[in-house]
DNA sequence: TAAATAAGTCAACATGGCTGACATAAAATC
DNA sequence: GATTTTATGTCAGCCATGTTGACTTATTTA
């Protein structure tokens, strides 16, 4: 209704892209961590410790400092599902080398194979779609996700991905 | 490390490939909520309640269990939110004209204020990230998303969203 | 008339965010 | 060398939102 006042019909089809992508995101998203979410049921691990296991399988011997800038949440809340890995051999902490006040984290072989387990369901559905899809599309897949991205949060994950 | 023994060194790019999907869209639905948040705790509501917003304003005189459907929550889940909205007078339930057991859903005037602030700060962060990344890209990153979300996933959306 | 369906409700539990306060060890600074 | 800052850990409690299970009411369908 405010459009037909706006005197700018092109929004129209504007607001119906932006809330088709706004959708496909939730849904994706959604599914994205179904398998992985029942996975996790079985072990007693959630969302959260599946978040944990990614980011030190991908960066070992990553400090907790850093983590928690990565996933940006409290240290009280990292350290309920950091502790839970830690105690059931899933996630190894070393003492830091230049600064022993640091814990670098690492995956146990444990760790590791659960990660592997959980990524696999993961990439086998990013892979099918990414084959339906071509590979122009996930080239522009990758440039819309990364402009969905605070400013900061791109600084933060440079390195990890570059610029798409 | 284990990379090295494996010997298939076209696997590298391809499983980066994938990863780098898996953590742009991780990174991306978090900052994507990031705002909205924000707003919803200013009126003591959650995501949830942004959801029920979201679709109610998307197809007006949803049922309940067409909601539930959608969502793919429990309808105790729902009951809560739901009870929330009605009761502060953003959504309106009604009885339904052919099917008296049914409750349609609207928003009233309140509701589909409060639905178009908090898709407001959506829409402009999508249509940034579309601006920056092009239309082919956004084309791309429709058909990816789509080829994420499961099968019967995508036949429950039909009705919302047309196969990108 | 009986059975199925749409919606609502109560109770209890789990996950994973949050704040606030405080403790310890190590490094950095004065 | 003493002090301050930093990295990490911990306790306690709160909130939002998902779950299961049991049960009710109104209405439609068989």
């Known amino acids: 209704m405010a459009d037909i006042k706006s005197g700018t019909p092109t929004l129209y089809l504007r607001d119906e892209e932006l809330r088709k992508g706004i959708e496909l995101l939730y849904f994706a998203y959604r599914d994205h961590n179904g398998v992985p979410d029942e996975i996790l049921a079985e072990y007693g691990f959630g969302r959260a410790h599946h978040r944990v296991l990614h980011f030190v399988a991908r960066s070992p011997g990553l400090a907790v400092s850093e983590l928690l800038g990565v996933l940006r949440i409290t240290k009280q809340s990292l350290s309920r599902v950091l502790k839970e890995l830690v105690e059931k051999g899933y996630v190894r902490q070393e003492t830091g080398a230049r600064d022993r006040r640091q814990r670098p984290l690492y995956l146990t072989d444990k760790g590791s194979e659960l990660e592997r387990r959980l990524s696999a369901v993961q990439r086998e559905r990013m892979a ?28 933060a994950i440079k390195t990890f991905i570059e610029k798409p």
């Open 128 to 155: 099918r779609a990414y084959r339906e899809a071509g590979a122009e599309a996930v080239a522009g897949f990758w440039r819309v996700l990364f402009g969905l991205i605070d400013a900061d949060g791109r600084d």
